[in-house]
């Protein structure tokens, strides 16, 4: 019998973002595709037993859920400092540096994991620190040089990253990259219009989804709208609150936009969310940085038109499907974004087009296939 243990923490984390969503598509196509005599087990901080219940309803399959004595936070401050470790022994693949990164001998069996494989999303905290809290930047500088000494393997989800990565730390050959997917949760509705009826959706509008921070270069997005070369479509922004002050009613009345110009629609469910993608007349991802953009893909799922940042894990993604943005020169990038975003919403048939490109993009990924090539990736280890 062999044992894959996945460290899912993220899912339940305050705002579990990309990583949670990346965590538990990945784990659930993992049980899914599991080689014959193959297991998945779960690995969680101490939480409460409705979140525990949560993930077994979300996670069908599992073979066991390991619960930590230590509640998150302390559970990633012990494993930076190597303190933890897990029982038994067995292969680990974190969805994040989040993991029990020690010394181990992977080809002789001995120390407390048999192979560890861990995942850099990005590398915001050296190129952009600026966008992160300064604690989140030193930890994950901090975990990532743990991964340097113990990890067997890196998976990272874009090419863009591993060359990025390559330039902070030399992994070498324990480089692998595995991209994201659509959620099969992401679908329409039958109740779709009732569903937009209750968002009060516009007829026509621009929609962008993303933790309210920083890094997702929101202010240039809504400052925007005031540009000459706008259109007079409204901005509805879909994402939790995050960190950095990121006020948005703030922001569009010093740009003087009118009050209904700007609306944040917050967390939305998958179902809302689909209607919103569905229904959007462009898709904007304006971004700084980012390592895969998989809202772009979600939008390009739906047929619905593009335009993002020139950020290269979003160009690498996009391929040629969407409108690329160059965020050079600050002052100016609203502008640019307001031009790009016109060039849609102005002519149907080049919106019509660059809808059918980013339907033809999304196809290239699944779940299914990232999940073989974990499996694949431990098989070689």
Same mark, same amino acid.
């Given at each position: 019998m062999?044992?894959?243990?996945?460290?899912?923490?993220?899912?339940?984390?305050? /705002?579990?973002? $990309?990583? $949670?969503?990346?965590?538990?598509?990945?784990? *659930?196509?993992?049980?899914?595709?599991?080689?014959?005599?193959?297991?998945?087990?779960?690995?969680?901080?101490?939480?409460?037993?409705?979140?525990?219940?949560?993930?077994? *309803?979300?996670?069908? $399959?599992?073979?066991?859920?390991?619960?930590?004595?230590?509640?998150?936070?302390?559970?990633?401050?012990?494993?930076?400092? $190597?303190?933890?470790?897990?029982?038994?022994?067995?292969?680990?693949?974190?969805?994040?540096?989040?993991?029990?990164?020690?010394?181990?001998?992977?080809?002789?069996?001995?120390?407390?994991?048999?192979?560890?494989?861990?995942?850099?999303?990005?590398?915001?905290?050296?190129?952009?620190?600026?966008?992160?809290?300064?604690?989140?930047?030193?930890?994950?500088?901090?975990?990532?040089?743990?991964?340097? *000494?113990?990890?067997?393997?890196?998976? /990272?989800?874009?090419?863009?990253?591993?060359?990025?990565?390559?330039?902070?730390?030399?992994?070498?050959? *324990?480089?692998?990259?595995?991209?994201?997917? /659509?959620?099969?949760?992401?679908?329409?509705?039958?109740?779709?219009?009732?569903?937009a009826e209750a968002l009060e959706l516009p007829e026509r509008f621009i929609l962008a989804v993303g933790t309210l921070e920083p890094r997702k270069a929101l202010e240039p997005l809504i400052r925007s709208l005031a540009s000459p070369e706008s259109s007079d479509l409204p901005l509805l922004i879909v994402g939790p609150a995050g960190w950095g002050d990121v006020d948005v009613a703030s922001i569009a009345a010093d740009a003087g936009l009118a009050a209904d110009r700007v609306r944040p629609l917050g967390y939305l469910s998958d179902a809302d969310l689909s209607v919103a993608l569905d229904r959007a007349t462009v898709f904007v991802m304006p971004s700084l940085a980012e390592g895969f953009g998989l809202p772009i893909i979600e939008a390009f799922s739906f047929g619905t038109p593009v335009v993002h940042s020139d950020d290269p894990a979003l160009v690498e993604v996009a391929g040629e499907a969407g409108v690329v943005v160059q965020r050079a020169d600050a002052a100016g990038y609203p502008e640019r974004l307001a031009v790009a975003i016109a060039s849609v919403t102005s002519d149907d048939g080049y919106a019509a087009r660059l809808g059918q490109f980013g339907l033809d993009r999304a196809h290239l990924f699944s779940w299914r296939n990232s999940a073989e090539k974990v499996w694949q990736l431990h098989a070689d280890l």
């Open positions: 062999t044992t894959l243990r996945i460290i899912i923490d993220q899912i339940l984390a305050p /705002v579990p973002g $990309g990583i $949670g969503r990346y965590a538990e598509e990945l784990t *659930r196509a993992l049980i899914e595709s599991a080689p014959p005599g193959c297991f998945v087990e779960g690995i969680v901080s101490s939480s409460t037993d409705a979140q525990y219940a949560e993930l077994e *309803r979300k996670l069908p $399959g599992l073979s066991h859920l390991y619960k930590s004595a230590l509640a998150r936070r302390e559970l990633s401050a012990a494993w930076q400092h $190597g303190f933890t470790r897990l029982p038994g022994k067995g292969m680990v693949h974190a969805t994040s540096l989040l993991a029990p990164l020690s010394r181990h001998d992977r080809l002789n069996g001995t120390g407390n994991t048999e192979q560890i494989a861990v995942t850099i999303h990005d590398v915001v905290p050296w190129t952009h620190p600026e966008t992160l809290t300064p604690h989140g930047a030193s930890w994950h500088k901090a975990m990532a040089k743990r991964a340097y *000494r113990f990890a067997d393997a890196v998976v /990272v989800p874009t090419h863009a990253v591993a060359g990025q990565l390559a330039e902070i730390f030399d992994f070498g050959e *324990r480089v692998r990259v595995i991209g994201s997917a /659509v959620s099969p949760k992401l679908a329409l509705p039958a109740d779709a219009d009732a569903r």
